[in-house]
């Protein structure tokens, strides 16, 4: 079992920066493939960002790429998504979740693959 923390969250104006860490306490992470997915009210959960346990490979949302960008550091176990230029549109509950990639160095969209998730952290995005 893989435990992840979510972190970073908080309050911001539009235009404005936040940058959101993944920590798996005690925990190697890195064979794991990490996304990132947010939950707006009254909407679906959608995938924001993935990254390739080697950190190699990247993959954005539409939405956000350009705006976004995810990184990791198997060092320190965390995973990172650095959020830029907020709209209001933004303003959702952010996850993290992995998957375990062995040795493929891949990375998914696709929510129904990732295996563990966090309780997720708040984004307030004020226009």
């Known amino acids: 079992q893989v435990q992840l923390v979510e972190s970073g969250g908080g309050l911001v104006q539009a235009g404005g920066s936040l940058r959101l860490s993944c920590a798996a306490p005690?925990?190697?992470?890195?064979?794991?493939?990490m996304g990132w997915f947010r939950q707006a009210p009254g909407k679906e959960r959608e995938f924001v960002a993935a990254i390739s346990w080697s950190g190699r490979r990247t993959y954005y949302a539409g939405s956000v790429k350009g705006r976004f960008t995810i990184s990791r550091d198997n060092v320190k176990n965390t995973a990172d998504l650095q959020m830029n230029s907020l709209k209001p549109e933004d303003a959702a509950v952010y996850y993290c979740a992995a998957v375990l990639a062995g040795d493929s160095d891949y990375v998914s969209g696709r929510e129904y693959e990732y295996d563990y998730w966090g309780q997720g952290t708040q984004v307030t995005v004020s226009s």
């Open positions: 005690g925990r190697t992470f890195s064979r794991y493939s």
